[in-house]
């Protein structure tokens, strides 16, 4: 089989370029860039520098021992994206993007951010290589995530709230993409998911690679063998896209992908894309996206402002569709049950995302056998979410 | 029969002034409304209508056509509701209309469907927004047999190399974007427009209208010295915007376009 997606950003009907021709140039500018840079042996060390010397690679992969026995089942092992620099798996793409923009000689980055770690891993890039770093993000999330919005300032970006339509990411997105019609000279837009148009959806999956690479060696040195299962958040789909890639391959390991099931099954209540979305034509690309027969985009509901997005990746729709990887959803409350019980028993507090492929993991772990292994991508920790959990449960701080 | 499209460009060419496109949001303030607007910009002078189809994601505009976009929406505007308006305005009116719309809403009523119901209804071309020449052959292929032009759009970024292959594809018309940016008013024009605009027209073989940022008599006159056809649409929807359902809306948007009308006079 050929390798994809094709050269025009295809994988399978997925993905392409649906975008303004102001930006068509410059998109195929940056797909050379990104093709010469990963080619070229002197980008790569330098990466792979920052990767370990900066941002604390490789992650562990920590046996959870008291979740397994707790849930009495697979053993459960989680890699520990939470540790990285800045505390999510985002500052992956995010090194990898800024390095890719000096290359490119552009002195300005600008980033969309949901939950705030995309916002945040690009503003630490941005100061670490001396590039000017502004983040749109929708008034909502800065409401949830304020810790978030306040660490990108400390940083040196300076943070664009966004108070249209759900006020949460696609509208940061939506925003980012018109700055980025303007300015697209001098400027690099950090697209913080394996979404948009091509080479996007490619090129970010390629920069969050590394969290399989090392899992697929870890977890056979630690474990012996290869997992039966693996369970990663969807919402973009980068955490899971990077951890998936390394055993597509191994057709013996079940992926699963966890979306944001929220307080319901209807359009508004969820951003559930693979039980309550059609292919569609959002943020440049076609994928599965969330939207009424009119083709308008729906609102989105999710306890995590990183799930909280009506589309996803297009390679994750191929999965989809190819049944590589199955899709499940999880609501806000069982999300939170997660998010409680991994605190409790590993002493990881994890982000509300994370949090999601937890609770399928508590749902899943039980009924497969104890010399089974369920590999979780712990892709963030929760410090940004405790403010809002505590919010949440009616708690005063 | 030569399309309506040409007949309006040739026709403007033939009394010495560039084809005047105004462009409004379909639905706003409501879709009764956006044909009597329709019939006075007609009777301002227009040659062509910009109909935009109101989407939830506006990626390519500046606030004046987002916020026009949500009034429209709030009215329960769709695509359907939209190809209803045009078919009223055929009762009364014969101007070329070009809807001017994002993907989704096309890709989720379908093509095909979508190009049967179109020519239907009257629609002369269709622009989309986000389907830049790379993804347009299906869309050209559906028009095409309906018999509406795809109206493709050039940017100040684009490459030769790209600017050609809009050549293969084009219909009657090619749009070019004057500015790097989001639609809306701007107060100047670009340098090197006139070089860019003639480039466009050598490359493609086709007539070049100008949009995006035009807003005042002024640059439609400037304009109108060079290109075939220019395009004003946000000084208008912000003037909608202002007056809302009012009664001397449509009289106002008349007076207005016609100091447009007017400014493509070539001297």
Same mark, same amino acid.
């Given at each position: 089989m050929k390798p994809l997606p094709d050269s025009r950003g295809y994988f399978g009907p997925y993905g392409g370029r649906f975008v303004p021709e102001t930006l068509m140039a410059p998109l195929e500018e940056l797909t050379q860039a990104w093709q010469e840079a990963r080619r070229d042996r002197a980008f790569r060390r330098e990466l792979a520098e920052l990767l370990s @010397?900066?941002? %604390? $690679? &490789?992650t562990p992969l920590s046996f959870a021992g008291r979740l397994t026995k707790h849930l009495g089942g697979a053993a459960v092992y989680l890699?520990?994206?939470?540790?990285c620099h800045t505390g999510a798996h985002k500052i992956n793409n995010a090194v990898g993007q800024c390095l890719l923009a000096r290359r490119m000689g552009k002195a300005r980055v600008i980033a969309e951010t949901g939950a705030g770690q995309h916002g945040v891993a690009v503003a630490t890039a941005a100061a670490l290589l001396g590039l000017h770093c502004r983040v749109y993000m929708g008034t909502e999330d800065e409401r949830r995530q304020a810790l978030n919005v306040y660490r990108m300032k400390l940083l040196g970006a300076e943070v664009v709230g966004v108070d249209a339509g759900s006020k949460t990411l696609k509208d940061a997105i939506n925003e980012s993409l018109r700055d980025w019609v303007s300015s697209v000279s001098s400027t690099h837009y950090v697209m913080g998911?394996?979404? !948009? &148009?091509? &080479?996007y959806p490619v090129m970010v999956r390629e920069f969050q690679s590394v969290i399989g690479s090392e899992a697929l060696l870890q977890i056979r040195k630690q474990h012996r063998s290869l997992p039966k299962m693996i369970v990663a958040c969807v919402g973009g789909g980068s955490n899971a896209a990077g951890i998936f890639s390394a055993f597509?391959?191994? $057709?013996q390991v079940d992926l699963v992908g966890v979306e944001a099931g929220g307080r319901? @099954? $209807?359009?508004?209540?969820? #951003? #559930?894309r693979f039980s309550g979305g059609t292919p569609g034509v959002l943020h440049g690309t076609r994928s599965y996206v969330l939207q009424d027969q009119h083709g308008l985009v729906a609102e989105t509901h999710s306890v995590s402002a990183g799930l909280d997005y009506p589309a996803v990746g297009p390679e994750h729709a191929w999965w989809h569709d190819s049944r590589r990887v199955t899709y499940v959803r999880v609501s806000d409350e069982e999300a939170l049950d997660a998010f409680h019980l991994l605190s409790e028993l590993e002493g990881i507090v994890p982000a509300l995302e994370t949090a999601h492929a937890l609770a399928y993991v508590s749902h899943v772990a039980p009924r497969l056998g104890p010399g089974q292994a369920i590999l979780v991508n712990?892709? !963030?920790? %929760?410090d940004k979410d405790v403010s809002e959990v505590a919010r949440l449960e009616g708690v005063t701080l | 029969m030569k399309g309506r499209l040409e007949q309006a460009f040739v026709h403007a060419r033939k009394r010495k002034r560039a084809a005047f496109i105004p462009y409004i949001t379909a639905g706003d303030p409501t879709a009764s409304r956006t044909v009597v607007l329709a019939r006075s910009l007609e009777r301002a002078g227009a040659d062509v209508l910009e109909l935009g189809v109101p989407f939830?994601?506006? +990626? /390519?505009? *500046?606030p004046t056509n987002q916020r026009a976009a949500e009034r429209a929406l709030s009215q329960g505007t769709t695509l359907s509701s939209v190809l209803a308006i045009v078919r009223e305005l055929r009762f009364s009116s014969t101007i070329p209309v070009v809807l001017f719309s994002y993907f989704n809403p096309v890709h989720a009523y379908g093509l095909a469907r979508f190009a049967v119901d179109a020519a239907a209804a009257g629609v002369d071309g269709v622009l989309f927004t986000d389907v830049p020449v790379d993804e347009a052959e299906a869309a050209r292929e559906a028009l095409r047999r309906v018999g509406i032009d795809l109206v493709l759009i050039v940017a100040p970024t684009s490459t030769r190399e790209r600017v050609k292959a809009v050549r293969k594809l084009a219909g009657s018309f090619v749009y070019f974007? /004057?500015? +790097?940016?989001?639609?809306g008013t701007r107060a100047t024009l670009e340098e090197g427009l006139q070089d860019q605009v003639r480039m466009v027209r050598k490359l493609t073989r086709s007539r070049v209208a100008v949009g995006f940022g035009v807003s005042t008599p002024e640059q439609v006159s400037r304009i109108s010295q060079f290109a075939d056809g220019v395009v004003v649409g946000s000084a208008l929807v912000q003037r909608i915007g202002e007056l *809302?359902?009012?009664?001397?809306l449509p009289g106002e948007i008349e007076a207005l376009a016609r100091s447009f009308a007017l400014a493509t006079k070539r001297k």
């Open positions: @010397t900066y941002c %604390g $690679r &490789p890699k520990r994206e939470d540790l998911s394996v979404m !948009g &148009p091509h &080479p597509v391959p191994y $057709r319901g @099954t $209807r359009l508004g209540e969820h #951003a #559930a712990l892709s !963030g920790r %929760g | 939830t994601d506006p +990626i /390519a505009d *500046g974007v /004057a500015r +790097i940016g989001v639609t *809302g359902d009012a009664p001397e």
